[in-house]
């Protein structure tokens, strides 16, 4: 005979899909401790990476400086002229522009570097104007 109460016996496929549900919560659960396991292990592993790439920056950036071969002041501004590659001073660059995976990104970058050109452009010409003026104004002395 079945021993089910009458509410058991009324409420028997109700039950059985709730004692299924309650067991795949648990196996979920397990799941995600493992993954949230997994995702704090690969956090430090980045943080190492990272501390390790500011190391080998900044002695590199510490040995060319004391060779001479840029100072302090240039440094700075090459971080900047970088920092704004991405169009925005944050101190930060858009992972895409590190990587590009896009042709909206690469068209990005074409045109920071033609604005970069043209800014530069308008400086030779307006040295190159000066120097046209003094030497004309040798000429006629």
């Known amino acids: 005979m079945d021993a089910k109460t009458p509410l058991e016996h009324a409420l028997g496929p109700q039950l059985a899909a709730l004692r299924e549900l309650e067991q795949r919560t648990r196996e979920l659960a397990l799941v995600s401790a493992h993954r949230r396991t997994q995702s704090a292990r690969r956090l430090e592993e980045v943080e190492r990476d990272l501390a390790r790439v500011a190391l080998v920056v900044r002695a590199i950036a510490d040995l060319a400086i004391a060779r001479g071969l840029f100072t302090n002041v240039q440094l700075r501004a090459q971080f900047d002229a970088a920092d704004f590659a991405d169009g925005v001073f944050d ?8 990587a590009p995976q896009s042709g909206r990104v690469a068209a990005a970058r074409r045109a920071s570097k033609s604005k970069s050109k043209s800014m530069s452009k308008s ?12 030497m004309s104004k040798r000429k006629v002395r």
């Open 91 to 98: 101190a930060a660059l858009d992972p895409k522009l590190v």
């Open 123 to 134: 400086k030779s010409k307006s040295m190159s104007k000066s120097k046209s003026k003094s």
